[in-house]
């Protein structure tokens, strides 16, 4: 029994084989090792209110152990646990809503009802968000409606997770195939709402096979194309709500199609990244309209290709391109707009008499 006191070191650990009760609680301990899994006699373990970051022991190895607190930790992850167990305190501790811990839910099924409802209260924090959720019933819906679907060498997390009282929770997902080496677009579980593939071999082939409702693309808001081989913007992405994100930097696009510019444009706060492609730079490029320009996060990197036939405009930003030098005016545009200008001129001083004769006869009568 150690409560209260600053154990650092625990090298008489082989000393202690038939120890049945450990109580390090309140001390120091940032970090557990695997030496104490010498000790198979031990009942109750005691590790609360430590700055523990891990513990590198698997407590399924204490085939005995009735008695665990892990609480008031810092504990991110967590190994499995025996089944022997009639008493568990995860609680106070900064458990993520991460896949990792999906164990616990199948694990869980064989406790006792008290111990499950003590188990209940236990919270994790969603990835990215300040959102917390309870822990088993978010594992539970990992390990039955996300991780059979989640495609292989992906990784899956709940972009939003939502528990109800009455109904079943609601949740998206976010799906992260980033530096996976695709040449397909992978399927994705139900609810999938943010997809990465960057840095991946997609190339404008990969659309061919692309179904978006057979492989649940068509609730996703955030696509992250970043790092591929792409040349043309497919016309599938168009049937999609992109309203969140959609990146598709660093690749070899030359041209965006008209009605994909619109409806990007057309939500107000999505995060558009276009930068790094080969751009065909000319008047009536959808690319170098102001109204998209300004909705993009690197509109400094939207450059013109080189070698397509962009009129010495290859190398150049497109947001500094001189509107008359890209789009000049033929000379039978020039004479209409000096016959405008004229006109405009005309009218000018035709309001000015009119302006003139007003106030004259305002000051005579």
Not at 3 to 13: F, I, L, T
Not at 183 to 196: A, E, R, W
């Amino acid at each position: 029994m150690c409560g209260g006191h600053k154990v650092r070191h625990k090298k008489a650990v082989h000393h202690l084989r038939y120890l049945r009760y450990l109580n390090l609680s309140s001390n120091a301990l940032s970090d557990l090792d695997d030496r104490i899994t010498v000790l198979h006699h031990l009942e109750m373990i005691d590790l609360s209110n430590n700055n523990l970051r891990q513990i590198k022991c698997d407590f399924s190895n204490f085939k005995r152990l009735k008695y665990l607190d892990i609480s008031n930790n810092n504990l991110t992850t967590l190994q499995t646990l025996p089944s022997s167990l009639s008493y568990l305190n995860l609680s106070g501790n900064p458990w993520p809503c991460s896949p990792t811990l999906s164990w616990l839910s199948p694990w869980s099924l064989g406790l006792s009802s008290s111990l499950r409802a003590q188990l209940d209260l236990v919270q994790c924090n969603l990835i990215n968000s300040h959102q917390v959720s309870p822990l088993l019933q978010v594992m539970k819906y990992y390990t039955n409606s996300v991780n059979p679907f989640c495609p292989e060498m992906c990784s899956c997390y709940f972009y939003h997770f939502s528990s109800r009282l009455d109904t079943s929770p609601s949740y998206t997902v976010l799906v992260n195939c980033s530096m996976q080496g695709l040449t397909t677009f992978p399927t994705l579980p139900p609810n999938t709402t943010i997809v990465d593939l960057s840095h991946n071999n997609l190339s404008d082939s990969s659309f061919s096979s692309l179904s978006l409702t057979p492989q649940n693309y068509d609730q996703v808001t955030g696509l992250i194309l970043s790092h591929n081989q792409l040349t043309n913007i497919h016309t599938k992405l168009t049937k999609m709500r992109l309203h969140r994100v959609f990146k598709a930097d660093h690749n070899q696009i030359t041209e965006i199609p008209y009605d994909f510019s619109l409806l990007l444009q057309s939500y107000p706060k999505n995060k558009i990244m276009l930068g790094h492609n080969r751009w065909r730079c000319s008047c009536n490029a959808e690319i170098t309209s102001l109204n998209l320009l300004t909705r993009l996060e690197d509109q400094e990197e939207v450059i013109c290709g080189q070698g397509l036939g962009t009129l010495g405009l290859g190398g150049k930003k497109i947001s500094d391109l001189d509107p008359y030098l890209l789009c000049p005016p033929s000379s039978e545009g020039r004479n209409k707009e000096f016959l405008l200008q004229l006109l405009c001129v005309v009218l000018a001083m035709v309001n000015m008499f009119i302006f003139s004769n007003l106030l004259y006869d305002y000051w005579q009568y």
